[in-house]
């Protein structure tokens, strides 16, 4: 079985630039989840995805934003780029949303802000 | 009060040792906790998921939760060298189904 796929693996963007980064979830998981792993900081949940409908939200600024497709994968959009935005992004998925589904990484988009 | 505190380490310790890692959480409403393990330059890979309080054991790892204490441990026997990696807790409370994380325990297990 697949796991989690993550595209870009790397990104490479100067400041005020707009980045796409891209998640196809494991077949059959409609649950979709991203986060922010910078230097220092850890992991912080940014957005979730399930059935089209992103469900809740991180405490992050608007130009953090992202859409879900019929298909379930998604992509996650960040506008303005600031140089604090350079992390690796790690997108999750599971079988549904809710506590009693546990999540499953890909391996990330390291985004590196010039 | 951070709502969860993780020891980051370093940990080093020599082959065959028994490890035990830690993190305590102050939300009271986590119900669901985890532990993940991250390679370098890797995405975090589930180890153990656990319900509420209690005891889980899978081969060498033994995942133990303590809501009353608000404390949650993983112990891991037999320490080989390919368990050197980043630990990572992780919690969820039903509500709202985000994830938060400790800031990782860096274990190097020595030959």
């Known amino acids: 079985e697949a796991g989690v796929t993550q595209s870009p693996t790397h990104l490479i963007k100067t400041r005020g630039q707009q980045a796409t980064l891209r998640c196809s979830p494991i077949?059959?998981?409609?649950?979709v989840y991203w986060y922010q792993q910078a230097l220092g900081l850890g992991l912080q949940f940014l957005l979730w995805?399930?059935?089209?409908?992103?469900?809740n939200r991180g405490n992050f600024p608007p130009r953090f934003s992202g859409r879900q497709f019929p298909n379930y994968s998604s992509e996650l959009n960040v506008n303005a780029l600031e140089l604090e935005d350079s992390a690796l992004y790690l997108c999750?998925?599971?079988?549904?949303?809710?506590?009693?589904?546990?999540?499953?990484f890909g391996d990330g988009t390291r985004l590196s802000i010039l | 009060q951070k709502e969860v505190e993780q020891d980051p380490g370093p940990l080093s310790v020599p082959e065959g040792a028994i490890v035990s890692l830690n993190c305590t959480y102050s939300?009271?409403?986590?119900?669901?906790f985890m532990w993940y393990r991250q390679y370098s330059r890797k995405g975090p890979e589930l180890l153990m998921y656990?319900?509420?309080?209690g005891n889980k054991e899978d081969g060498r790892f033994t995942a133990q939760v303590d809501k009353s204490s608000k404390y949650i441990s993983l112990f891991i026997r037999d320490s080989q060298p390919s368990d050197s990696a980043t630990y990572l807790c992780?919690?969820?409370?039903?509500?709202?189904?985000?994830?938060?994380f400790g800031k990782g325990t860096l274990l190097t297990v020595n030959p």
């Open positions: 999750a998925s599971s079988l549904g949303g809710g506590g009693s589904q546990p999540q499953h």
């Open positions: 077949s059959g998981h409609t649950s």
């Open positions: 995805y399930d059935e089209g409908e992103e469900r």
């Open positions: 939300n009271s409403a986590f119900q669901y």
């Open positions: 656990t319900y509420s309080s």
């Open positions: 992780a919690m969820s409370a039903s509500s709202n189904y985000k994830l938060t």
